[in-house]
């Protein structure tokens, strides 16, 4: 893995935030492509470790996760350990955009588009600490689908054989709002810019939520500079990780602590 907790990006100059953003993301491939898997597991340890210690997240009640994919800061034990505690979310895609579905275990993920986990609303719901034990003395034992249905509207859907990749059912009304929000990217800089993968989920998604926001990666995705534009959410905390451990930067300060 990378020495130095800030990347660089190349010398030569680039005449586009598009171009930047490109050469970005072909950088942490390549650097991706040569890490050890062995560290890379080592520095998801030292920033979730470092992200349950953060006071808004102890503090906080809901917290939206993300079901990380290879090359992500890993993110499913973390999951699991915290859904017991409090209430983990996950995003589901829906059209160009994302809702936030309640986590209650890897058995209740679906594959989707781009290979993503995500919730499966057809899954039985399981009581998270502070919600209301359903009544299963009921005709109907209520699943997750019924829980949301007082701000959710769904079309029923069919899964295709053999787990295929599905669309999620159709959903309309509003999310959850958590209290914090865990956010991962191809790139950040200490600022609080964040480089994605282009497709636009999270753009669209943070200026919905005053959410604490908290970008997590590994320390060869973190750059002196990411290439921000006008609707840009920043982040309001980073957390790197490496090998030898993890840097918190308070993105509203340009501080960093080990």
């Known amino acids: 893995m990378s020495g130095s907790?800030?990347?660089?990006?190349?010398?030569?100059?680039?005449?586009?935030?598009?171009?930047?953003?490109?050469?970005?993301?072909?950088?942490?491939?390549?650097?991706?492509a040569a890490a050890d898997r062995a560290g890379l597991k080592v520095a998801s340890d030292h920033v979730m470790q470092a992200l349950e210690q953060l006071p808004e997240f102890i503090a906080a009640r809901c917290v939206a996760l993300y079901w990380s994919l290879p090359g992500e800061v890993e993110t499913h034990?973390?999951?699991?350990k915290w859904r017991h505690?409090?209430?983990?979310?996950?995003?589901?895609?829906?059209?160009?955009?994302?809702?936030?579905?309640?986590?209650?275990?890897?058995e209740h993920l679906v594959q989707r588009r781009f290979g993503v986990w995500e919730p499966d609303p057809e899954a039985p719901f399981s009581a998270h600490p502070g919600t209301p034990v359903p009544d299963t003395t009921s005709e109907h034992t209520p699943n997750r689908k019924s829980l949301l249905a007082a701000h959710t509207t769904q079309v029923p859907r069919t899964n295709p054989p053999?787990?295929?990749?599905?669309?999620?059912?159709?959903?309309?009304?509003?999310?959850?709002?958590?209290?914090?929000?865990?956010?991962?990217?191809?790139?950040?800089?200490?600022?609080?810019?964040?480089?994605?993968?282009?497709?636009g989920f999270y753009d669209r998604l943070l200026p919905g939520t005053q959410a604490l926001k908290?970008?997590?990666?590994?320390?060869?995705?973190?750059?002196?500079?990411?290439?921000?534009?006008?609707?840009?959410?920043?982040?309001?905390?980073?957390?790197?990780?490496?090998?030898?451990?993890?840097?918190?930067?308070?993105?509203?300060?340009n501080d960093a602590y080990r």
Do not use: W
Request: proline letters at 8%.
């Open 5 to 32: 907790i800030i990347g660089s990006i190349s010398d030569r100059p680039l005449q586009t935030q598009q171009a930047a953003k490109r050469k970005l993301r072909q950088i942490v491939r390549e650097r991706y």
């Open 214 to 253: 908290v970008g997590i990666c590994f320390d060869f995705q973190l750059f002196e500079h990411i290439p921000a534009e006008e609707h840009d959410v920043p982040m309001d905390r980073i957390i790197a990780g490496s090998r030898d451990g993890s840097l918190l930067y308070f993105c509203d300060k």
């Open 77 to 80: 034990a973390f999951a699991e």
């Open 162 to 199: 053999q787990a295929q990749p599905t669309e999620p059912a159709e959903l309309t009304g509003r999310d959850p709002d958590p209290d914090l929000i865990v956010v991962p990217a191809v790139g950040f800089d200490p600022q609080g810019s964040r480089l994605g993968h282009g497709k």
């Open 85 to 106: 505690e409090k209430q983990v979310l996950l995003p589901v895609m829906h059209g160009d955009g994302l809702l936030l579905y309640p986590f209650t275990g890897r």
